[in-house]
């Protein structure tokens, strides 16, 4: 019962290269999200999909690029990245159907130097 | 803006101790959500509460929304080490019912 996969677990970036984060879930949820968690910050909504070809931006898009080609799979770009992308990555999903719980990864550990 | 405030923003005690953290905002949410969340993993929800006044028990862990929707609290009684955690508070944005907020969090570390 895998959940929601997030690959890789640790990452270390230099400025200015660019990645993807992967997200994959196996229950069928039609809502997925990114958000990024910063000491003293919480989480932060970056970018979210209701269902395949949606997707839409949250509190800090800025410098990340999604898409949703499946139901299953939500990847999360980095373009160029920026010493303040270092942070704690985590994608969830969920039935969205409202008041639902967020199904959550284990988080991709990203630091760019 | 939708902001959620979650106090205390730290706090430790010896096991056995009752503890009480708070989720406040100055909107009216729908729903509340309580997460915990271990070092290395991502938040597990606790609880949905929906609505108002409403108190929701977990064993030794107790949840209540605010009458007005404002404001939610979670008590703990008897508090073990592995209550240890970091607990957000969450609810959904005026957005979207999927599309969460989260408090900052309220780090708690249970003492043997």
């Known amino acids: 019962n895998a959940g929601v996969t997030q690959t890789p677990k640790f990452q270390v970036l230099k400025t200015g290269q660019s990645m993807t984060l992967q997200c994959a879930q196996d229950?069928?949820?039609?809502?997925m999200s990114w958000y990024r968690q910063d000491p003293g910050m919480g989480l932060r909504l970056i970018h979210y999909s209701v269902g395949a070809g949606i997707t839409d931006q949250g509190e800090v898009p800025n410098g990340y690029n999604v898409s949703r080609s499946t139901t299953e799979d939500f990847p999360l770009r980095l373009l160029s990245a920026a010493p303040s992308q270092t942070s704690v990555y985590f994608c969830?999903?969920?039935?969205?159907?409202?008041?639902?719980?967020?199904?959550f990864g284990d988080g991709t550990r990203l630091s760019i130097l | 803006t939708q902001l959620l405030e979650q106090s205390p923003q730290f706090l430790s005690i010896q096991e056995g101790e009752n503890l009480t953290v708070y989720c406040n905002s100055s909107s009216v949410f729908s729903s509340l959500q309580w997460y915990r969340q271990e070092p290395g993993e991502g938040p597990v929800l606790l609880v949905t509460?929906?609505?108002?006044?409403e108190v929701k028990k977990l064993k030794r862990l107790t949840f209540q929304f605010g009458d007005a929707r404002k404001d939610s609290s979670l008590h703990i009684t008897a508090a073990q080490p592995g209550d240890t955690g970091l607990y957000l508070c969450a609810g959904p944005t005026q957005g979207g019912s999927e599309k969460l907020v989260f408090g900052k969090g309220t780090k708690l570390t249970v003492n043997p």
């Open positions: 229950m069928n949820h039609e809502y």
């Open positions: 969830a999903s969920s039935r969205g159907e409202g008041n639902q719980p967020q199904h």
């Open positions: 509460v929906v609505t108002g006044g």
